[in-house]
């Protein structure tokens, strides 16, 4: 089983800045990539930013330009700093790890149990 310990989160003003983390720990096979989404009250889960094995990064329309996710490979972490934050920002931000068995050649999914991100004056 692998965990996901995100952190980070809190309140900030709208033009401010929150840096969140996401550590993996257990048996990890391969990280294909590491990934942000964020789910606000009564709406779905949404697609904020991947970043792959290769350092390959992807990010949603809304936050291109302002987000940006980068990785600690030694200790398979991977971050994402949010700047000019909107309201519409706001929601549960959480960490997705894709691992990748070759001796089983399956895939396995985590998510990590959230972080809030508030954005309000």
């Known amino acids: 089983q692998v965990q996901l310990l995100e952190s980070g989160g809190g309140l900030v003003q709208p033009g401010g800045s929150l840096k969140l983390s996401c550590t993996a720990s257990?048996?990890?096979?391969?990280?294909?990539?590491m990934a942000w989404y964020r789910q606000a009250p009564g709406k779905e889960r949404v697609f904020v930013a991947s970043i792959s094995s290769g350092g390959s990064t992807r990010y949603a329309d809304s936050v291109k330009g302002r987000f940006t996710i980068s990785r600690q490979n030694a200790e398979d972490a991977v971050y994402l700093q949010m700047n000019r934050l909107k309201p519409e920002d706001a929601g549960f931000y959480y960490c997705?790890?894709?691992?990748?068995?070759?001796?089983?050649?399956?895939?396995?999914?985590?998510w990590g149990q959230g972080t809030q991100v508030t954005v309000s004056s």
């Open positions: 257990g048996r990890i096979h391969s990280i294909e990539s």
């Open positions: 997705n790890l894709e691992d990748y068995s070759h001796d089983y050649d399956e895939e396995y999914v985590y």
